[in-house]
């Protein structure tokens, strides 16, 4: 072309961008600035459309400042400004840039809808749809499935079944999207019986639908009831994702499931997505809840590349049966093989060395965690007073119980027994008693153990300690 105007430049741009060409989309409209082109509404949002995929929050706001120089402002492209920051995260922006839209339409109440319910903020979800129903604006279903969204980021039932009963019966009963969110609200909400009925009702379903269904049964402890529809599901021949394959998997290793575990397993290699690591880590986890740690290692070992997860799955899977030399060797081959652990991974290495009582092991892993953000953790804290306390240092289980800045009932009944299995029934008891003041309940084991252990003269002190508790 001879001479390129603003129109011809950005039709090119938009073409790049549909193909996915993204580094030609900026490229070029760079040349387009260089040339003295004049940028117009639609190709600031090309642009933005741009940044919103690649997260590109500062040339997104460079851009943002030419549309504001110019005085570009419509509907659309303030639409398009909204959702940049919002996908950005960048809820404040996104808010300042809503509120001063000259108009609105249901794509740009929908944007921040969409924005508050993916960044947790569920009751400003609730508030703007209420809003946006008063100014007149009638939702679509992409509005219906972020409020059901933000229902459950909330675990708000109540605004869930109105907005069923209001909204999605009257206007939106067969679609396909609305359905399968009103089923994720619903097992998200533990209402698995409200979510059948409406999986029962819908006449599409797709395969993200019937997944949401098993993975809120297995969510919900209902394994057997999540096996029951996935063999449904076979049998009507719909696709199975990796998502469904997870889920699934985690019913297997709830239930124990070994034969089932092992049939998805060879699907899984038949279809070659074993090398897809959340696959293979949730096989790890699945062969370890079984019992069978020799699948478990040789799953492992295939794997091209092995996350946290899977190694963690391992460990704990060792450590959960006692066979913690196997776990602690485990740790080693994650640490060679430059995996950082995480909090369950060090819990489950500390339990490792509790049965051990590898005391020295443990006080390195506890001088490792030192320079890690974990010392704070509650789950690591809990395993280090364990692991302390059984190995008989109850003066160190001592000191990380007192400096732990938040306690639970796990890491409370740790330092208890760990107290009582060692002899030191009077502490024992005052701190089961202090944990009864900050009002945390005592269960029956933890109470049976420590007066198993203490034996009859300490009921005295037992008396002692109600009558102080009481006083106080």
């Known amino acids: 072309m001879s001479e390129r105007d ?19 989309v900026l490229e070029l409209f760079i040349q387009l600035v260089e040339n003295g082109v004049e940028s117009n509404s639609k190709t600031f949002v090309c642009v933005l459309n741009l940044c919103t995929r690649r997260l590109d929050i500062e040339f997104g706001k460079q851009i943002h400042a030419c549309v504001v120089k110019g005085n570009w402002s419509n509907l659309i492209l303030d639409s398009a400004i909204v959702f940049f920051y919002a996908q950005c995260g960048d809820l404040s922006s996104s808010f300042r840039a809503f509120n001063t839209m000259g108009e609105r339409d249901v794509v740009s109440w929908t944007s921040m809808i969409t924005a508050c319910a993916q960044h947790g903020y569920g009751e400003e979800a609730f508030s ?11 939702p679509n279903e992409f509005t219906v499935c972020s409020v059901l969204k933000a229902c459950r980021v909330e675990r708000n039932i109540k605004f869930g079944r109105q907005l069923h009963c209001a909204i999605v019966k009257k206007m939106f009963n067969n679609d396909v999207f609305v359905g399968t969110s009103l089923v994720s609200m619903y097992v998200k909400c533990s209402e698995t019986s409200d979510a059948r009925r409406v999986f029962d009702g819908m006449k599409k379903r797709n395969t993200v639908t019937w997944t949401s269904m098993i993975a809120g049964y297995v969510q919900n402890g209902l394994g057997e009831e999540a096996i029951r529809l996935f063999r449904v599901m076979k049998r009507r021949h719909i696709y199975v994702n990796n998502l469904t394959i997870l889920s699934i998997l985690g019913a297997c290793g709830s239930l124990r499931a ?22 293979g880590s949730s096989l790890v986890w699945f062969y370890c809840r079984c019992g069978e740690y020799v699948y478990a290692s040789k799953v492992l070992q295939s794997m091209p590349n092995r996350d946290v997860v899977s190694w963690t799955a391992i460990i704990s899977g060792y450590a959960h049966i006692g066979h913690g030399s196997e776990a602690l060797e485990f740790l080693n081959k994650m640490l060679w093989d430059g995996v950082e652990p995480n909090p369950f991974t060090y819990s489950s290495a500390l339990k490792a060395c509790a049965q051990l009582e590898a005391v020295l092991h443990g006080k390195g892993i506890h001088s490792t965690v030192k320079k890690t953000p974990f010392l704070s953790n509650v789950f690591v804290g809990s395993a280090l007073i364990d692991m302390y306390a059984k190995c008989g240092f109850v003066s160190d289980a001592f000191r990380v119980f007192d400096s732990m800045p938040e306690r639970n009932e796990v890491s409370w009944k740790a330092m208890i027994l760990g107290y009582a299995r060692n002899g030191f029934c009077r ?8 944990m009864q003041a900050e009002g945390i309940k005592v269960d029956d084991y933890t109470q049976t153990t420590v007066l198993s252990a203490c034996g009859d003269v300490e009921w005295e002190l037992e008396s002692l300690s109600k009558q102080s508790l009481q006083s106080s």
């Open 128 to 138: 703007l749809f209420s809003e946006m129903q008063s100014e007149g604006f009638l």
């Open 6 to 24: 603003v129109v011809s430049w950005t039709a090119i741009l938009n073409g790049y961008l549909k193909n996915g060409f993204d580094d030609e």
């Open 258 to 279: 070994s034969p089932l575990g092992k049939e998805i397993h060879g699907q899984i290699l038949k279809n070659s997505v074993h090398s897809n690591i959340y696959v």
């Open 427 to 434: 502490e024992a008891l005052q701190l089961m008693y202090r």
